[in-house]
């Protein structure tokens, strides 16, 4: 799993949220499960490989929330990238976490919307998103990229918390299985 944290100005409100989230899920996962820890705001930035589960909430409420540009479509290219990149490790489910407001400001629009929702298609990465915040239009737009790689969209509230939230995403996770053919003659 790879948590992608929304580091922007907007996202402090939610930082408790966040850090329940990324705590539920880790406790939630099996033993075989390994984590690794992103943000975003101007940049996609790699925080931490390989967090341990016990660390992980810590590690997620330490991420800075401040700054200005919310460059969404191309932080997702980009932390697409990485776990594409990253060797397979036999048959391993590879989960991308988005936690943000899904905001986006990004002034030149470097990766558009068509473009990352082209890319998602192709990649062998499960995106999935949480969203905060009350923006309608923003977060509809997030989950159609979710939904676009078979993943989930949830929104914090209304009923739903952070825990809640991790707990199905969880155990969604565990119901599929990463198959493999070989094809000869």
């Known amino acids: 799993w790879l948590l992608l944290v929304d580091n922007s100005n907007s996202m402090p ?12 899920l880790a406790a939630a996962c099996g033993e075989n499960t390994r984590f690794a820890l992103a943000s975003f705001g101007d940049q996609f930035t790699l925080l931490e490989e390989d967090v341990a589960a016990d660390a992980l909430a810590g590690a997620v409420e330490a991420v800075p929330m401040d700054e200005t540009v919310t460059r969404l479509h191309s932080s997702i290219g980009a932390a697409l990238d990485y776990l594409d990149g990253l060797p397979r490790q036999g048959s391993e489910l590879r989960c991308l976490v988005v936690l943000s407001d899904a905001v986006q400001y990004d002034p030149n ?34 989950a159609s990229l979710t939904e676009a790689s078979g993943g989930s969209h949830q929104v914090i509230g209304d009923g739903l918390s952070a825990p809640d939230a991790a707990d199905a995403m969880a155990e969604a996770a565990g119901d599929l299985y990463v198959t493999g053919f070989a094809l000869s003659g």
């Open 109 to 142: 629009a470097a990766v558009s919307y068509e473009n990352l929702l082209e890319r998602i298609n192709r990649s062998g990465v499960m995106v999935h998103s949480v969203g905060f915040g009350t923006d309608a239009e923003a977060l509809e737009s997030l």
């Open 13 to 24: 409100p939610f930082r408790e949220e966040v850090s329940a989230f990324a705590e539920r």
